[in-house]
């Protein structure tokens, strides 16, 4: 059919914060364990190497155009791999505070005898006799810098969360792009309006979900056979009064102000 063909042509679907969550999740689990198995560094560059070319090979040949998407979710993954970073921190010293996970410690004349290696300091573990001069070294060093990182994230996000706080109640947070250009709304061409739809798998366009009788099917952001697509229709419905589809959907409507024509009109959506 000409749908099937069309569907050669789109591209596979994908979402982009799949892929951000998965390299983040590599990311965790490597940094998280990088001190019992530092060749796990290594194991996550390759395979953050190996991810960057196939999607770069797969948005380019594969993937369906991704929707206009700005930099809002690269910049909260910053903040993901700086909570790894310090999750690396914490639990590295732990690690080597623990070492070797036993109650076994040796005095000079290497006699076993027994020693408390728990630490009840989770965050900022400290050195103690029974550690070598070595895991001295590394506790002390990791829980100076855990401390030093944990008192600058808490400045900071102390300072965000007030600045957030403080913007949100007396100034807000729209900010204007451009200049004026001196037209009208009403008398732009192509103006997408919100309609509920559905984006299914296998399917070239979206399912619409809502009454279409009372809107201007121009606003609909995609062209094809509108009425085979929506889910609110005597076929997929077919027992189902007009009021019920009413009370099942939501309501949407556009609305003529002011003489406006129906290929240029300001539109209204109300939903329930």
Request: proline share 4%.
């Given at each position: ?99 070797p996970f036993d109650y076994v410690c040796h005095d ?39 401390l030093i990182m944990t ?122």
């Amino acid at each position: 059919t000409q749908e099937k063909m069309n569907s050669y042509f789109e591209g596979t679907a994908w979402n982009l914060a799949e892929r951000y969550t998965d390299m983040s999740k590599t990311l965790f689990v490597s940094l998280f364990y990088s001190s019992l198995l530092p060749a796990g560094v290594f194991i996550t560059a390759l395979s953050m190497v190996t991810s960057y070319w196939v999607d770069k090979y797969c948005l380019l040949r594969q993937w369906k155009t991704p929707p206009a998407l700005d930099d809002t979710l690269a910049t909260k993954n910053r903040g993901h791999i700086v909570f790894a970073v310090y999750v690396h921190l914490i639990m590295t010293a732990r690690f080597f505070a623990g070492w070797p996970f036993d109650y076994v410690c040796h005095d000079d004349d290497d006699v076993p005898y027994y020693c408390d290696r728990s630490d009840r300091a989770f965050f900022f573990p400290r050195s103690k006799d029974f550690m070598s001069s070595k895991q001295q070294t590394m506790v002390d060093v990791y829980g100076v810098t855990t401390l030093i990182m944990t008192i600058v994230l808490g400045v900071y996000y102390f300072y965000f969360v007030a600045r957030y706080s403080f913007r949100a109640l007396f100034i807000g947070f729209y900010d204007p792009v451009g200049e004026p250009q001196g037209i009208d709304y009403t008398s732009v061409d192509q103006i997408a309006a919100y309609v509920p739809q559905m984006h299914v798998a296998g399917l070239s366009k979206p399912l619409l979900c809502c009454d279409l009788s009372q809107i201007n099917r121009e606003h609909i952001d995609w062209t094809g056979d509108y009425d085979s697509y929506n889910v609110c229709s005597t076929h997929d419905l077919p027992n189902m009064t007009e009021e019920e589809k009413v009370s099942l959907f939501s309501p949407i409507k556009c609305y003529n102000f002011g003489g406006a024509t129906a290929e240029g009109v300001e539109l209204q959506v109300t939903e329930s």
